[in-house]
């Protein structure tokens, strides 16, 4: 329910998992905008058992680290929430968090802490998914991220974060939906920027009209950008025909590591990681702290396009990599046959549930182990990498508390030692954490054949 408690004043003293300021006054209050440290009125909106939601009113004494946000949205759309904060403190404060989760969730704490991993700031996100709704008050169609308090589509005009071109063309984007017959049946726009091209993939609840199809036609040429439309599931995705383009629309969306020249090919809709360059430091991580060898065995579970494996094979005998996505399967293959890495295989298999004996990705000796798995973590499969007995095992989550969770298992139900763990700052100006942990063996061990 609604409160109408007039403005207190508190000191703020943490701020929570979603990036909110955490008041204690009587039941602990979360205040969006507020920060550590500082002094602020603020004004209870929400009752909730535990804890209340409130309202900033005054920062009366603000934070060392406070900023001034550099998108005008900020505290409205819900794409960011720490844009207030310095880069600086944001990742420490990512930094506090993997440490308190790891300890109070998995009860474990690495031998050493890894310095954070961390790229740019803006226009570093090149896979997006932005909301579009026709608002009829307003006789136009707003385009953006979900509004932080609320389940609205934001109205922006550009975005600070998405990489160019893709974050000035939401104004355009907006405008074009407006002038469509369909303007009330396109709910969401994939975006994926590509070392080529920009994709943007127009979820489509009724087809376009000939007319449809002339504008969008034109916003493609005009902006240099490639359309796709979506009128079902994914496998409905295709490119719009642009009868001037037939080259470019021939040539697959790729992009490149550093280092090593590989090219990896993605589809429109297809995973892969959302800051390039965040992503190429982490993969030299990787590289760095599994420490293959020319006779190493990999095994990459959750392994997508291969964006780890192809890397990582250069370095080792063999890859292995395993993924329950079959699409992914056969982008890998397919991007390992394009670079020429004749060591690595890939086979799909469900990850949510423990693998079933004799397995193919099973069956081979493994001296390495790489997991990249989705928020629900890798509980599933752990027992069964812990037969492997593998030298190293490197495990990369977007989510401290599974992490956390598999670590513990691992560790105290398995016998790893947790060597080293750290923060990635693959989202900036969010609340998200990502990390890395390597565990090794407690002893030397001959893998199960």
């Known amino acids: 329910m609604s409160g109408a408690t007039a403005g207190e004043t508190a000191r703020v003293a943490d701020l929570t998992q979603a990036g909110e300021g955490v008041v204690h006054a009587g039941k ?3 205040v969006a905008g507020a920060l550590p440290g500082e002094l602020v009125r603020f004004r209870r909106t929400r009752r909730h058992r535990q804890h209340d939601d409130g309202e900033l009113l005054e920062v009366l004494e603000p934070a060392a680290d406070r900023v001034m946000p550099r998108c005008p949205h900020f505290g409205v759309c819900g794409g960011c929430v720490l844009q207030h904060l310095s880069p600086a403190a944001q990742l420490a404060a990512k930094d506090a968090e993997l440490r308190a989760t790891l300890m109070r969730v998995g009860r474990v704490t690495p031998a050493r802490w890894l310095e954070p991993i961390a790229g740019p700031y803006w226009g570093y996100r090149r896979r997006a998914r932005l909301g579009a709704k026709f608002v009829r ?3 136009r169609v707003v385009v953006g991220f979900r509004e932080r308090a609320a389940p609205y589509v934001a109205q922006l005009a550009s975005c600070e974060v998405l990489a160019p071109p893709a974050g000035a063309l939401i104004a355009p984007l907006a405008a074009l939906l407006t002038e469509l017959t369909i303007r009330e049946h396109v709910p969401q726009i994939e975006v994926a920027v590509a070392d080529n091209a920009t994709a943007l993939v127009l979820r489509v609840l009724q087809p376009p009209s000939a007319e449809d199809e002339q504008r969008l036609a034109a916003f493609a040429r005009a902006h240099g950008v490639r359309l796709y439309l979506q009128p079902g599931g994914l496998g409905s995705v295709h490119e719009l025909a642009l009868s001037s383009q037939p080259a470019v629309r021939e040539q697959p969306l790729h992009y490149r590591l550093p280092g090593g020249g590989l090219e990896l090919q993605f589809g429109p809709t297809d995973f892969i990681q959302v800051n390039g360059a965040v992503n190429a430091l982490l993969i030299q991580r990787a590289a760095e702290l599994l420490e293959l060898t020319g006779d190493a065995t990999l095994l990459d579970l959750y392994c997508g396009l291969g964006n780890f494996s192809l890397p990582l094979a250069r370095s080792a005998a063999r890859v292995i990599g395993v993924e329950g996505d079959a699409a992914l399967v056969e982008g890998a293959r397919g991007n390992a046959r ?3 890495l004749t060591n690595a ?6 990850l949510a549930a423990a693998p079933e004996p004799g397995s193919p990705w099973m069956r081979h000796p493994c001296t390495h182990v790489l997991l990249d798995p989705p928020r629900t973590g890798a509980r599933a499969v752990l027992a069964a990498l812990a037969r492997l007995a593998p030298r190293r095992l490197l ?4 989510h401290p508390g599974t992490l956390a969770r598999d670590l513990g298992l691992l560790v105290h139900e398995h016998g790893f030692i947790l060597a080293a763990a750290g923060v990635v700052d693959m989202f900036p100006h969010t609340a998200h954490v990502e990390s ?3 565990l090794t063996s407690a002893a ?4 199960r054949v």
């Open 28 to 30: 602990t209050v979360f």
């Open 395 to 398: 495990y990369i989550s977007c």
């Open 345 to 350: 295989e890939f086979h799909v298999a469900d």
């Open 436 to 438: 890395v942990a390597l």
């Open 444 to 447: 030397p061990a001959s893998p």
């Open 137 to 139: 008050r307003k006789e």
């Open 338 to 340: 394009r670079n020429g």
